[in-house]
């Protein structure tokens, strides 16, 4: 039966929900479950709370926690890995540094400076994790959870693990719940092909299963009811100029765009609404609370021991998929090896996908509309150059990722940048190994003292010919 190494299992309400899914799976039953966590108490709390839901239910599936990822890892056929490296200090580096220059982030864990430096941390990590599983499960599936998923994903596959690397997002299923209710349609009447990067992926094609009608016409009309367009301004601004919906909410995608963080204007029109609307902060606040509220409490002692429903979250569905082969349909997050045509060989994109017994198989999308695939690009180069500073360790490379970020670059000038990426590098430092012993060069202001003569230059050929016509002209008037 399948063994199953859960990288990161202190996540507790992520961590409780998988395990729930999985043992609320039929196919799945008799599976060994291995809990893995850098630090114990959460480990505990989590293992005895599976022990529980297996007992209470008569199931045949077992349990062990380990802070050992090498023991979890040995053997495994599929890791899930759900870490979040540097925890909420790492977290409130990430928000409160690119604040003091100007960068405002809602979520701050995927694209700007905040999403950089998490990747950081998380690739760092991903690359001793794939040296693991080379050794020790050499064919064992690799389920991301960890964001920034683009740059986790591109990063695996660079580190020996393309083809065995999927990335997982519940974007796909929350948009569709949020079309399907604009539309007033059942969700299971919605036919969608999507196709993108993770949290800026497209929906290409909206209609309905039993007609087979386009629903985009009266989609694109209800968004411009104001009691619709107030839940997701910066999404439907984009749909509006783009021509697309995408699976990311205002939270996040106003940070990876230029246009709805760089003024307090631009926040005052666009991200007005509390929390994951676009609040300043809103996921380091939250996580803040969480931890408050929870430190020290083991809540999952007072959770019911009944097995839940499955949730949308696709992981025990592709490890049902893989033990009785029957495929299952699903978003995933993928090396792009020609699946989207207008975007880099080697990056990662978010294509539908099918997996079954003999593991993942890509849908090729062709290509995206051309300004989708822009807006994607803007992302995926600083995703490029982030995995290029987190496998590297070279400076240079942060803060180029941060420089070309659409916000950061909105908001900052490149002293700017230089400045906030060698703080952020010192704030965080014990997270980042890789970094150790380098530092990021200044680059000090160059003054120009008054009065100073410039140098003599090529003159520009455009200007040479309006000298010429300039010369001519006036040879005519003299003449």
């Known amino acids: 039966m399948i063994t199953i190494a859960m990288i990161g299992a202190g996540s507790l ?27 114990r108490p959460k480990l505990e709390a989590m293992e005895r709370f599976v022990r529980r839901l297996i007992a209470d239910n008569g199931l045949t599936a077992s349990v062990t926690a380990t802070t050992d990822r090498r023991a979890a890892l040995r053997g495994a056929h599929a890791v899930v890995c759900m870490v979040q490296v540097g925890g909420l200090e790492a977290f409130r580096h990430d928000y409160e540094i690119p604040l003091k220059y100007g960068v405002d982030q809602c979520i701050g864990d995927s694209l700007g400076p905040g999403g950089v430096f998490r990747g950081l941390r998380h690739i760092h990590f991903l690359r001793g994790l794939a040296e693991d599983m080379e050794e020790l499960c050499p064919r064992a599936l690799l389920l991301n959870y960890a964001n920034p998923m683009a740059g986790c994903v591109q990063a695996a596959g660079r580190c020996g693990l393309e083809g065995r690397v999927i990335g997982l997002c519940h974007g796909v299923q929350t948009t569709l719940d949020l079309i399907a209710g604009y539309l007033g ?7 969608h092909h999507c196709a993108g990067i993770n949290h800026m992926a497209w929906f290409l094609a909206l209609r309905d299963r039993l007609d087979g009608s386009d629903l985009y016409p009266r989609f694109r009309a209800v968004c411009e009811q104001p009691e619709h367009y107030l839940n997701e301004k910066v999404r439907i601004e984009v749909m509006r100029h783009f021509g697309y919906f995408m699976t990311e909410s205002t939270g996040h995608l106003s940070e990876y765009v230029p246009w709805f963080r760089k003024t307090p204007a631009a926040l005052a029109a666009y991200c007005d609404q509390p929390g994951f609307g676009g609040a300043s902060g809103a996921a380091y606040r939250f996580n803040q609370e969480v931890v408050g509220r929870y430190e020290g409490v083991d809540y999952l002692a007072a959770e019911s021991s009944a097995l839940p429903c499955r949730s949308a979250e696709y992981c025990s569905f592709i490890l049902e998929a893989l033990v009785t082969g029957r495929p299952f349909h699903l978003q995933g997050n993928l090396i792009n090896r020609g699946h989207i045509a207008n975007l880099p060989d080697g990056c990662c994109v978010e294509v539908p996908v099918m997996v079954d017994g003999d593991g993942l198989h890509p849908v090729k999308v062709g290509a995206l509309p051309t300004q989708c695939a822009a807006l994607n690009m803007s992302n995926v180069q600083v ?4 995995v290029e500073a987190a496998l590297s360790g070279d400076p240079e490379r942060a803060m180029q990722a941060i420089a070309m970020d659409p916000l950061a670059g909105a908001v900052c000038t490149l002293d700017q940048c230089r400045r906030m990426t060698a703080e952020l590098l010192e704030a965080e430092r014990a997270w980042l190994p890789q970094f150790a012993g380098r530092s990021l060069a200044p680059r000090p202001a160059i003054t120009v003292p008054p009065g100073t003569v410039p140098a003599p230059v090529p003159l520009d050929p455009a200007l040479a010919i309006a000298n010429r016509f300039g010369e001519l002209a006036r040879a005519r008037l003299d003449g």
């Open 383 to 386: 995703q490029t150059l982030m």
């Open 185 to 191: 349609l059942p969700k299971e009447r919605l036919d």
């Open 13 to 39: 309400v992520f961590c409780k929900t998988l395990v729930g899914d999985i043992l609320a799976t039929p196919a799945l039953q008799g599976c060994e479950i291995r809990l893995m966590n850098r630090t």
